[in-house]
């Protein structure tokens, strides 16, 4: 299985090539088409399944792909495996990365760590709108395109979302409000981003081209009349042409300025555009084993906390050490930090709103005299040269790093190994059951501590 989640097949006929199958399951025989993309490397698709592999299974999503499908729903890519084959899956990808790296050869990968939960998991609903015969449409794309295949529900998302996502799509109709079109930069309504909690509350963002020429008062009533469970109602306006989602003004139109959710038995507010993992139980469980890592080895007095978002990872370890800093660029996100740890009583914290990498060049230039670990959880692209770099100071002892990307998890890895560290543990974890994405954990610790 390679990193997108395809299959690698070759010809019954054994005239060789190497053919990359989206959609594939380990003993498929399968009739596609084909198309040459390199030196005999092709991208393939199934146009039937003549035997199914014993991994496969039927998917429950009826936008998903069927072989000789026209449009289907890109949100999944591994609903037609069984779970046990989807972790094999996720395993592999993680193995393979890993091989290629020549100096993390021979460390050890641990088995994939399962999501409690494998269906409903989501916690958050962002979709975009389109107008489709006259009627309002929302839902995800079909792969490698921008077109939205209209979606009434989704297997994977909180029943919740897909209800109020449904409703705002009959409200968008009823009002007549003008609906974004992207290659025309005009129309209002864009995106529909829905947070929930475990405890079934509601943060509702319409996101939007501007602010409205009318009247919204109406459908914001009718829609918190219909569901209760929302406890805020937020408009995001983003005026720019561009794929980036959210913009930069935010208004609360009505409710709470923020929900709260508990995780690790520590409560946590967030705002609509504050980052968390979208799959609370799994990252309850990620949490842990970050925390279980943080106990090997030497004990160190501090914490660096790197992209800290709301303050999840240190606040829910910071017990472990005298003191924990957390780092979070985003100020709304840092400033929710701040509350979480007095809402908890952790006062052994402090939090800053800046750039990691200017942040730690203040920290560790000759001020930094006691033992330090740091945890990094960055974005898909990895953390950046500059800021790896710091973790040379001879103070810094112990990195635990979080990636959401197993290719810039490596990349980092290789510069941190020839940098003094040793990767002791590897684990990957489930976060995203249904897809090909896998989360990795890695445990680097200084070869020598001088």
Known sequence: ?????????????????????????????????????????????????????????????????????????????????????????????????????????????????????????????????????????????????????????????????????????????????????????????????????????????????????????????RLAEKFPQIKSLYLNIQTEQTSVILGRSWQRLVGEAQLEETICGKRFLFYPGSFLQVNTPAAEALYLAAASFLDMGERTSELYDLYCGVGTIGLTVGAKFKRVIGIEENAGAAACAWKNAQRNKIRNVKFIAARAEDVLAKELHGTLRQTASVVVDPPRSGCAKSLLEKFRHPMVRKVVYVSCNPETFMRDADFLVHSGYILKKLKPADLFPQTSHVELLGFFERAHKS
């Open 1 to 221: 299985m390679t990193l997108e989640g395809r299959g690698l097949s070759e010809r019954a006929s054994g005239r060789g090539g190497r053919f990359f199958v989206p959609y594939s399951a380990a003993g498929d025989l399968v009739k596609a088409s084909a198309l040459e993309t390199g030196d005999n490397i092709f991208d393939a698709r199934i146009m039937e399944l003549l035997r199914t592999g014993p991994g496969r299974t039927h998917p429950k999503c009826p936008l998903y792909y069927r072989p000789g499908g026209q449009r289907w729903c890109g949100g999944c890519d591994f609903q037609h495996l069984n779970y046990e084959t989807q972790l094999k899956a996720k395993q592999e990808i993680a193995l393979d990365c890993l091989g290629k790296t020549p100096s993390l050869r021979g460390v050890h990968l641990d088995a994939v760590q399962r999501s409690p939960e494998q269906w409903r998991y989501r916690n958050k609903l962002q979709v975009p709108f389109r107008r489709n015969l006259g009627k309002t449409t929302a839902g995800f794309f079909h792969p490698g395109t921008h077109d939205v295949v209209n979606c009434e529900d989704c297997p994977v998302q909180n029943e919740l979302s897909t209800a109020i996502l449904r409703e705002v799509k009959k409200i968008a109709d009823a009002q007549g409000w003008s609906v974004y079109d992207e290659d025309l930069h005009r129309g209002w309504l864009r995106h529909l981003l829905v947070r929930t909690t475990r405890s079934g509350a509601a943060m509702v963002t319409l996101v939007a081209n501007g602010e409205p020429r009318f009247n919204i008062q109406p459908a914001l009533s």
